[in-house]
């Protein structure tokens, strides 16, 4: 069975850091894009972060793009997102989702991710 792993979450204050896990047990994520998306009380759910299965190609929301990084550890079939700078509207339960695909820079849209985490909660606040 594919299941994927959020860890990491907490209380931040703002401008601070965290970094969220997403580890896969049942399959290996070599061959697996993986988005990592949020979703706040009231809002719609969002697309952070893509990454292809080769890790050469990555997409960022205009929202977090220069404080978020998306990574992979092939060794840990694991995806990593760093998050600096933290603001409180950042504050969100975030979710790793996976798709197959069979190019190694493909990067499909956050629509397509039908593997999904659990989430952990990410609250920024002072």
């Known amino acids: 069975q594919l299941q994927l792993v959020e860890s990491g979450g907490g209380l931040v204050q703002p401008g601070g850091s965290l970094r969220l896990s997403c580890a896969a047990s049942?399959?290996?994520?070599?061959?697996?894009?993986i988005g990592w998306f949020r979703h706040a009380p009231g809002k719609e759910r969002e697309g952070v972060s893509r990454?292809?299965?080769?890790?050469?190609?990555?997409n960022y929301a205009d929202s977090v793009k220069g404080r978020f990084t998306i990574a992979r550890d092939r060794a840990k079939n694991t995806v990593y997102l760093q998050m600096n700078s933290l603001k409180p509207e950042d504050t969100a339960v975030y979710y790793c989702a996976a798709v197959r695909t069979f190019t190694v820079r493909a990067l499909p849209n956050y629509s397509e991710y039908n593997y999904w985490g659990q989430g952990t909660q990410v609250t920024v606040s002072s």
């Open positions: 990454i292809s299965s080769s890790g050469g190609n990555t």
């Open positions: 049942g399959f290996t994520l070599d061959y697996y894009a």
